[in-house]
């Protein structure tokens, strides 16, 4: 089955940028997209197609995705983007969902 | 706006069916669009369980696809999971999503529920 790798955690400090990064392979063949998540809350899509941004996703919020390799950046990081960020992918031959196991922001 | 919301028992107990129901506003579920399950167990990454075309075609993660049915309730403008022999591992904050027809992404959640198996 297809898997995604993210690393368990990232930390940052205020201002600066951030990167979370995503694996997979020939995860560029894909869409990849990326979900913020917040403690007791429901996941919110940052990131579609790779790197578009949902409407009243600040603009700090970019994405790539080439290679076995997704990566969603953050720029100017601020407290508030502290949260649990997944990747996932869609397979478009078998209409498979894969979610990577996550990656715990910290903004130090 | 597209509002979705989880509703069932929160408590199912080991070997029976656990039977949830997404209640969708907003927009019409037969228009178009997948409409699909995500869960995430307590304190672990999201998992997801299936989804569903408007026109009825069922795609099933393939771990529980044994186990799964999704189905759609148009008259009512929602649709249903059901997971048939749960087990203590099944326990999870279950999501309902609607999920893009042709790039795989969610783009609205419902609030979640938990449901925990248990005797």
């Known amino acids: 089955s297809y898997e995604l790798t993210q690393p368990p955690s990232v930390s940052v400090s205020p201002r600066q940028t951030a990167s979370i990064t995503c694996s997979g392979d020939?995860?560029?063949?894909?869409?990849a997209s990326w979900y913020q998540q917040k403690p007791g809350q429901s996941p919110v899509l940052v990131i579609y197609?790779?790197?578009k941004r949902p409407s009243g996703i600040p603009e700090r919020f970019s994405g790539s995705n080439s290679g076995n390799t997704a990566t969603l950046t953050l720029s100017g990081t601020q407290a508030v983007d502290e949260a649990d960020y997944y990747c996932q992918a869609w397979d478009s031959n078998t209409a498979d969902v894969v979610f990577g196991g996550g990656t715990k922001l910290t903004v130090l | 706006q597209v509002q979705l919301q989880e509703s069932g028992p929160g408590l199912v107990k080991p070997s029976e069916t656990l039977s949830l129901t997404c209640a969708v506003s907003g927009y019409s579920i037969s228009s178009g669009y997948y409409w699909g399950w995500i869960r995430q167990p307590p304190g672990k990454g999201l998992e997801w369980i299936g989804s569903l075309y408007h026109t009825g075609g069922t795609y099933y993660n393939a771990s529980l696809r044994s186990r799964v049915t999704i189905s759609l309730d148009t008259s009512k403008n929602q649709f249903s999971l059901n997971l048939t022999y749960v087990t203590a591992a099944d326990t999870a904050v279950y999501y309902c999503?609607?999920?893009?027809?042709?790039?795989?992404?969610?783009?609205?959640w419902g609030q979640g529920i938990l449901v925990t198996v248990s005797s």
């Open positions: 197609q790779d790197n």
């Open positions: 020939k995860l560029g063949d894909k869409f």
């Open positions: 999503a609607r999920r893009h027809y042709s790039s795989g992404f969610h783009d609205f």
